[in-house]
């Protein structure tokens, strides 16, 4: 799934390329689920002859600000992605879907044509990105009001991040995942960051001490802005990243760190997690449990 700076690398692309254009065509499927309200020629209708004054992002939320108090939200699902027509695009891992070489893309869901001779598409083989309008600042729709602080945008300050995982007594791997709490956050991030932190997934967060606390945070904001710098482009991220290593699971295959570790995974809240045992032990209560199982 795009996370944080994938959604930041469009963001930039269309606040280079698109802002201060008019929109003179648009072409969208007749589609119900990814559109959630205006579809098909409604939504043509709707946007033709509008000017793209602003393009914003919070979490892996983005949005274009239109004239006229309209705004058109954007959010990628799984395998969702925007394309300019005649721009490499760039990713952290290449999405094993083909949208071809021909414009506009396979799979697209929706188009749109600027002054300029300009061309936009947004592609979703899975169909499970979302777009939707609103009228009015887009920071007042509930998609984006209700999320949490931005690691890029607005980081809190460390007395109140402390406060905050105090508070919660879960797995800090899906405290970090959870977009109220840190929007754009998603599973690479929030394994890269318990791993540069050598802290096991699975600790609850209430557990944590002031240490730790302050190691997760650093890192949170250090690792999205670091990606969000090479403008998501993986193979510019660090080479101690635990990115680069973790993608070889399978069946006979046992992916390492370069030192050697062996990488492990874990089912943390539904999502799979990636972890180094011998540098991120698991948590006492974790531990018991686990001996527990294997007595029975």
Known sequence: MPELPDVERARRLLQARCVGKTITKVTAADDSIVFTNERGSELETLLSGRKLLDVGRRGKQFWLTLSGGLCLLMHFGMTGEIHVQGEKQNHYRKIDVDVGTVWPPRFTKFEMELTGKMRVAFTDPRRLGRIRTFVGDAADCPTISKLGFDPVLDPPELSVFQEAVG??????????????????????????????????????????????????????????????????????????????????????????????????????????????????????????????????
């Open 167 to 296: 508070k919660r007594r879960m797995p800090i791997k899906s405290l970090l995942l959870c977009q109220e709490f840190s929007a754009g956050v998603g599973n690479w991030i929030a394994d890269e960051v318990l791993y540069q932190s050598r802290i096991h997934p699975q600790q609850l967060a209430c557990t944590l001490n002031e240490q730790q606390t302050t190691m997760i945070l650093q890192q949170l904001t250090g690792i999205c802005n670091k990606a969000v710098e090479v403008n998501a482009e993986s193979k510019l991220f660090p080479e101690d990243w635990l990115f680069h290593y973790r993608w070889s699971k399978g069946k006979g295959r046992h992916p390492t760190m370069p030192s050697g570790l062996r990488i492990e995974f874990v089912t943390v809240g539904g999502r799979t997690s990636a972890f180094v045992p011998d540098l991120q032990p698991a948590p006492e209560i974790t531990k018991k449990r686990k001996a527990e199982e294997d007595d029975d």
